[in-house]
Structure formats: structure tokens, C-alpha cells
């Protein structure tokens, strides 16, 4: 079974530029969230992907989007970069998105630097 | 307020020790609790999860929650230095059809042999 992979594993860009970051979900996992973890923080919720919908959200603005691939892979894009950005970007797959326990296996990081 | 506060520590103990971790919240939708481990430039590994109050045992992990008091804790009996990582707590709560997780700051770990 394959886990949870991220690329690329690091990443620096300046302000104003745009980023993408991607993810291959786990074997059999149709949910994808992503988290953003600033250095000596827990991660925090940016949005999750079920069925390629988006459906929740976190405190994160509108230059903060992602998509969802019929093969349940996923990316986060984010424009306007700003130098808060910083920080480990961290996906996180699952068997389902809804009303149930199911565990989030996460993958290694994107640690974005914006300069 | 956060709605999980965690001490980040450092937390620093001799090889053998039993380590007591803890977070509170303020929350009391929340319906599940977790406890991640992150050694440094990795993703976080679920421990352990719970569902209601009491202990579940794993091991050398002990995993205890309080919901009347919103209290959440992790024991490691007989730690080891590879027990060195940032430890997290982590809980959730199903909102609009989806489930998300909202982690402590996380308490950094060091057993020394």
C-alpha cells in the first residue's frame, strides 16, 4: 500500500509570486485535506477535497484553492504569496470526508520559504 | 481563546521516565481526540485515537480523556530516546458534512539516554 506523497518537498518563492503544491493520496482513500503548519505551531486547517468538491473550509482566504482529480489525487494553489506563507504545507488522505471517524494519514510536507 | 491549547515544552527526560503530556480545550462538539507524533521534517503519525472518556491502553501509551473537565492526556511508561518528536493533540468535530482536525501547538519531546 502505498502512502501519502507530496511534491515538491521544498520550495522558495517571493512575495506576489504564485504556487502549486501537490499530492497523491493513499491506496483506496477518496479525501484529501490539506494543512499549513508555521514553524513551532500545530498544523491548521486550510480545506479538504471529497469526491472532487470542496466541501469545508477553514479561516483561509480566497487566494487559498485547490482541486481534486478523478484518481482522488490533489493540489493547493496559492497566489498573491505573502511572506506569512512560510511555513510546511502538509496533506492529509482519508477513506471518506463525512460523518464518520476515519483516520488522516499524512504525508511528508512542502516546506514553502517566501522571500 | 484556542479552542486546544498544548504546552510546547520543551519537555527533557532521562531514558525510563514516564512522560505525561496534555492539552485542554474549550470546545465540547468536539466528538474525537488524537495524539500525533512528528519527528523533525516529517508529517505527523496518528498514536492514538479515542472516542469517549476514560483510558485506552497501546503499549507503552496510555491515552486518557476528561470530557467533563475538557482535558486529554498521553503517558509514555519506559520512554526511549526514539521517543524523541514533537508530540500533538488533536480532536475533531463533524461540521457541515465534513470532519477536520484542530491540533494543539504541539510539546517537544527529548529523552536522553
Known amino acids: 500500500e502505498t502512502g501519502v506523497t507530496q511534491s515538491p518537498t521544498h520550495l522558495i518563492k517571493t512575495r506576489g509570486q504564485q504556487v502549486t503544491l501537490r499530492c497523491s493520496s493513499q491506496s483506496g482513500h477518496n479525501t484529501v485535506s490539506w494543512y499549513q503548519q508555521a514553524l513551532g505551531q500545530g498544523p491548521q486547517f486550510i480545506f479538504q477535497y471529497y469526491r472532487e468538491e470542496e466541501n469545508g473550509r477553514g479561516n483561509f482566504p480566497p487566494r487559498f484553492s485547490g482541486l481534486q482529480f478523478p484518481n482522488y489525487s490533489s493540489e493547493l494553489n496559492v497566489n498573491a504569496l505573502e511572506l506569512d506563507d512560510s511555513a510546511l504545507y502538509l496533506c492529509?488522505?482519508?477513506?471518506?470526508?463525512?460523518?464518520?471517524?476515519?483516520?488522516?494519514?499524512f504525508g511528508p510536507g512542502t516546506r514553502l520559504t517566501v522571500l | 481563546q484556542k479552542e486546544v491549547e498544548q504546552d510546547p515544552g520543551p519537555l527533557s527526560v532521562p531514558e525510563g521516565a514516564i512522560v505525561s503530556l496534555n492539552c485542554t480545550y474549550s470546545n465540547s462538539a468536539f466528538q474525537y481526540f488524537m495524539w500525533y507524533r512528528q519527528y523533525s521534517r516529517k508529517g505527523p503519525e496518528l498514536l492514538m485515537y479515542t472516542y469517549s472518556s476514560g483510558n485506552k491502553e497501546d503499549g507503552r501509551f496510555t491515552a486518557q480523556v476528561d470530557k467533563s473537565s475538557k482535558y486529554i492526556s498521553l503517558f509514555i511508561r519506559d520512554s526511549q530516546p526514539s521517543d524523541s518528536a514533537t508530540y500533538l493533540c488533536?480532536?475533531?468535530?463533524?461540521?457541515?458534512?465534513?470532519?477536520?482536525?484542530?491540533f494543539g501547538a504541539g510539546t517537544r519531546l527529548a529523552v536522553h539516554p
Open positions: 488533536a480532536m475533531s468535530k463533524f461540521s457541515g458534512g465534513y470532519n477536520k482536525l484542530i
Open positions: 492529509a488522505s482519508s477513506r471518506t470526508g463525512g460523518f464518520s471517524y476515519n483516520e488522516q494519514f
